[in-house]
């Protein structure tokens, strides 16, 4: 069952690909065929196999040699591993159901973000919509609805302070999170995209290669916060409340 998530995840990895690519082009239809993004070349089944055929190509394109973004494959091996972890933790359950789509959400809007600097709405309205319609098997919709409305409130209110150092993807992409992980879960994964981002900022304000002004990516940050409070926010809590109890 474990190969089972795991290639699962390359397959998924490989249209989430695709989502990265075209949403924020807004290309929302799929198009025929698969070509090379630098010369145009139409792509044969062999070329497309996750992870496999970029090593096979040797990471460059077989017609024009350019090379080939190397997130294609970190997205398909990144899937994959995800797929595996909540598989592991939830088993034949609904919950890693919901997780498979949770994750791939976050690692879309994670990529849209480092590449183009922008999480779509194509992606964040139906994540939104999404987690409040798979609230009813899991969190529940109250929880739910507390989850998204708190975490969309910090945010709005850190663009606010901010001067626009946060962007209104960030917020609908709170607001996403919210859904899946209820209030508790949004004030830690508040409480973790802080701690981790700001080491971040200071790491690139201390190497140079960013200034106090320089905004910050913050959606990766938020993302991989979500995926740890979602998979293991209960474990989480309990060892806080360990440590201080
Ligand atoms: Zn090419």
């Given amino acids: 069952m474990i190969c089972i998530a795991g290639l699962t995840g390359l397959i998924t990895g490989y249209f989430l690909n695709v989502l ?56 398909e091996v990144l899937t994959a591993a995800s797929f595996v972890l909540v598989y592991i933790k939830w088993g034949i359950t609904v919950n890693t159901l919901v997780g498979l789509i949770f994750t791939s959400l976050l690692i879309v809007s994670s990529f849209t973000d480092i590449q183009e600097g922008i999480i779509p709405d194509h992606l964040t309205y139906p994540g939104i919509i999404a987690g409040f319609i798979l609230s009813f098997f899991t969190i529940g919709f109250k929880e739910a609805s507390g989850g998204a409305f708190l975490l969309m409130s910090i945010y709005l209110a850190a663009a606010l302070i901010s001067g626009g150092g946060m962007g209104g993807g960030d917020i609908k992409l709170a607001g996403a999170i919210g859904t899946f992980t209820g209030p508790t879960g949004a004030l830690m994964v508040f409480i973790l995209s802080s701690i981790a981002g700001g080491t971040w900022a200071l790491y690139l304000i201390a190497s140079g290669r960013a200034g106090c002004k320089t905004p910050v990516k913050f959606g990766p940050f938020m993302s991989l916060a979500a995926w740890i409070v979602w998979m293991y926010g209960s474990e989480i809590l309990k060892l806080y409340q360990h440590m201080w109890m």
């Fill in 20 to 75: 990265i690519h075209r949403l924020p082009r807004g290309e929302l239809a799929v198009k025929a065929g698969n070509r090379c993004r630098k010369c145009g070349h139409k792509l044969k089944t062999i070329d497309l196999i996750p992870v496999f055929s970029y090593i096979f190509l040797k990471g460059r394109c077989r017609y024009c040699a350019k090379k080939i973004p190397l997130t294609y494959p970190l997205v």
